[in-house]
T-cell receptor, first 113, second 117 residues
Framework: NAGVTQTPKFQVLKTGQSMTLQCAQDMNHEYMSWYRQDPGMGLRLIHYSVGAGITDQGEVPNGYNVSRSTTEDFPLRLLSAAPSQTSVYFC????????????FGPGTRLTVT | AQKVTQAQTEISVVEKEDVTLDCVYETRDTTYYLFWYKQPPSGELVFLIRRNSFDEQNEISGRYSWNFQKSTSSFNFTITASQVVDSAVYFCALSPISNFGNEKLTFGTGTRLTIIP
């Protein structure tokens, strides 16, 4: 298993551009989440999904969209990038069978200029 | 609302010393999970432990031990005989036990631990 994969690893955007951060897992996990990590603030939940077709907002959802058309994929879309979205983004997945331990992807470092 | 406080922003200790990382949490849920994650300089998040709120037994895994005290809402992490490889940022996290799982983690701000050789 590849586990949780994220692409790209690094990305630089200009203000106003849009892009999609990709997240995929091959463990058949039901639950997936997106977090952002900012210096001094830990990780904060952006959006999460409890299964294909079901998504919900986390603590900091503004400026981001998600969809979950398949169990494997959970892309995060930035509609109009802003410098405040400069961060490291982590995708995670979990499953009841793993006692809900969250498996994290390697992260995407995004810079918005 | 949930909250996790890691008051120690940075800690430095000399190699082989013991070190304790503090974690205090707030939640209105009667059942919840507590976690510790390690983030080494390479940036990935490494799962260390998950503790169910039903179980207040302390846990030891090699040089690592965890002290869960529900009465004080604390879940502290101790590294015994620290090593340079323990240098990392450590996060404490909290999640409700919902019908769906723990897809919603609330993280503390992390403690940066530096082990001085």
């Amino acid at each position: 298993n590849a586990g949780v994969t994220q692409t790209p690893k690094f990305q630089v955007l200009k203000t106003g551009q849009s892009m999609t951060l990709q997240c995929a897992q091959d463990m058949n996990h039901e639950y997936m989440s997106w977090y952002r990590q900012d210096p001094g603030m830990g990780l904060r939940l952006i959006h999460y999904s409890v299964g294909a077709g079901i998504t919900d907002q986390g603590e900091v959802p503004n400026g981001y969209n998600v969809s979950r058309s398949t169990t494997e994929d959970f892309p995060l879309r930035l509609l109009s990038a802003a410098p405040s979205q400069t961060s490291v983004y982590f995708c995670a997945s979990s499953y009841e069978g793993t006692s809900y331990e969250q498996y994290f992807g390697p992260g995407t470092r995004l810079t918005v200029t | 609302a949930q909250k996790v406080t890691q008051a120690q922003t940075e800690i430095s200790v000399v190699e082989k010393e013991d070190v304790t990382l503090d974690c205090v949490y707030e939640t209105r849920d009667t059942t919840y999970y507590l976690f510790w994650y390690k983030q080494p300089p390479s940036g990935e998040l490494v799962f260390l432990i998950r503790r169910n709120s039903f179980d207040e037994q302390n846990e030891i895994s090699g040089r690592y031990s965890w002290n869960f005290q529900k009465s004080t809402s604390s879940f502290n992490f101790t590294i015994t005989a620290s090593q340079v490889v323990d240098s990392a940022v450590y996060f404490c996290a909290l999640s409700p036990i919902s019908n769906f799982g723990n897809e919603k983690l609330t993280f503390g701000t992390g403690t940066r631990l530096t082990i001085i050789p």
